[in-house]
C-alpha cells in the first residue's frame, strides 16, 4: 500500500508539472517543446495515479492493507507487520506520523527525537545561500527589464539613451513605478527567506527541515519572477508605440532566462516536496 502512495505522489507532480511547463511555453519565447513535454507530464501523471488505484484496491483485495496497520491482524493467521498472527489478539501500536508520513516514534519508546544543531546549521546555510542567490535573481531581471528589454524592442537601432529620450513621459514614468515596487516586493520576499534561515526556535527546526526550506526558497524565486510580469508587460506594450519605427514587444535573451528560472524554479519546488524520495521505516 505504501507503493501506491508513492505512485500516487509521483503521478500528483507529474500534473502539478504540466501547467508549469506549459508556462515554459510562455516564457520561452513560444518554444514548443514546453508544450509537448506538459502534454507528457499530464498522461504520465493519468498513468501513474492508475497504477496506484489498481495496486491499492489489489492491497485491499488480498488482505495487505490489514497486514499493514499495526495492531489488526490477518483473518487467515498470517502473520501481521507487528509479528501477530491472526489467532493472537494484538494491542494497537499507537505510533506519531508527520504530515509526510514519517514516523517520528512509538508509544512506550521515549520523547519524539529533537532536531540537533545540524539541522539547524543545515537550515541557515541553505537559507542564506538562497537569500543571497534571489538577491543575484533581483538583480538580473531589473537589468533584463531596465536595460536589455529596451534594447530588444529597439532591434538595435537606437542606444538606452536614445530609446529612453524618445519615451513618452507618462508611459516611462508608469513602467518605472511598476519596476520600482517589483523591486521593493522582491527584496521583502528575500527577507522573509532571511528570517525564516535564522529563527532560533525549536519548532522552525521540526517545520522548515532543510529540503522544506530549500523548497521555500525555490518558491520564493518562482514568485518573484511571477511577480515581474506587470513591468514586463508595460515596456512591451507603451514603448513599441513610441518609436520612431515599427517595432514589436519581443523578449530579450536576458528576460527569457529569467522568465525559464522561475519554471525551474517552480518544478524544483514541486519535485522536492510531492514525491517521497525514500521509503519510510516500517
Given at each position: 500500500m505504501r507503493r501506491s502512495g508513492d505512485l500516487f505522489r509521483w503521478g500528483l507532480a507529474c500534473l502539478m508539472l504540466a501547467p508549469v511547463a506549459?508556462?515554459?511555453?510562455?516564457?520561452?519565447?513560444?518554444?514548443?517543446?514546453?508544450?509537448?513535454?506538459?502534454?507528457?507530464?499530464?498522461?504520465?501523471g493519468g498513468v501513474l495515479n492508475a497504477?496506484?488505484?489498481?495496486?491499492?484496491?489489489?492491497?485491499?483485495v488480498t488482505g495487505e492493507l490489514i497486514a499493514e496497520l499495526d495492531g489488526m491482524v490477518m483473518p487467515d493467521g498470517s502473520p501481521?507487520?507487528?509479528?501477530?498472527?491472526?489467532?493472537?489478539?494484538?494491542?494497537?501500536?499507537?505510533?506519531?506520523?508527520?504530515?509526510?508520513?514519517t514516523v517520528v516514534r512509538e508509544a512506550g519508546t521515549g520523547p519524539a527525537p529533537r532536531p540537533g544543531p545540524e539541522a539547524r546549521a543545515q537550515r541557515r546555510v541553505i537559507g542564506l545561500s538562497a537569500a543571497a542567490a534571489l538577491l543575484g535573481l533581483i538583480a538580473l531581471g531589473a537589468w533584463a527589464l531596465a536595460v536589455e528589454q529596451p534594447l530588444a524592442i529597439a532591434q538595435g537601432q537606437l542606444t538606452l539613451d536614445e530609446i529612453y529620450a524618445v519615451w513618452s513621459t507618462a508611459s516611462r514614468v508608469a513602467f518605472t513605478i511598476a519596476l520600482t515596487i517589483w523591486i521593493i516586493v522582491a527584496l521583502a520576499i528575500t527577507l522573509v527567506i532571511t528570517v525564516l534561515a535564522l529563527l532560533p526556535s525549536v519548532a522552525a527546526d521540526r517545520i522548515l527541515t532543510p529540503r522544506r526550506m530549500l523548497a521555500t526558497a525555490c518558491i520564493a524565486g518562482s514568485?518573484?519572477?511571477v511577480a515581474a510580469l506587470p513591468p514586463?508587460?508595460?515596456?512591451?506594450?507603451?514603448?513599441?508605440?513610441?518609436?520612431?519605427?515599427m517595432a514589436g514587444g519581443v523578449a530579450s535573451p536576458l528576460s527569457t532566462v529569467f522568465g525559464l528560472t522561475g519554471v525551474a524554479l517552480s518544478a524544483t519546488a514541486i519535485l522536492l516536496t510531492v514525491p517521497r524520495w525514500k521509503r519510510r521505516s516500517a
Open positions: 506549459a508556462t515554459g511555453w510562455f516564457a520561452g519565447a513560444g518554444e514548443y517543446t514546453f508544450l509537448w513535454l506538459a502534454l507528457a507530464l499530464v498522461i504520465a497504477l496506484a488505484i489498481v495496486r491499492g484496491v489489489k492491497g485491499a501481521t507487520a507487528g509479528g501477530q498472527t491472526g489467532t493472537e489478539l494484538g494491542a494497537p501500536r499507537q505510533r506519531v506520523i508527520l504530515i509526510d508520513g514568485v518573484i519572477v514586463h508587460f508595460s515596456i512591451g506594450i507603451s514603448l513599441p508605440d513610441e518609436l520612431p519605427f
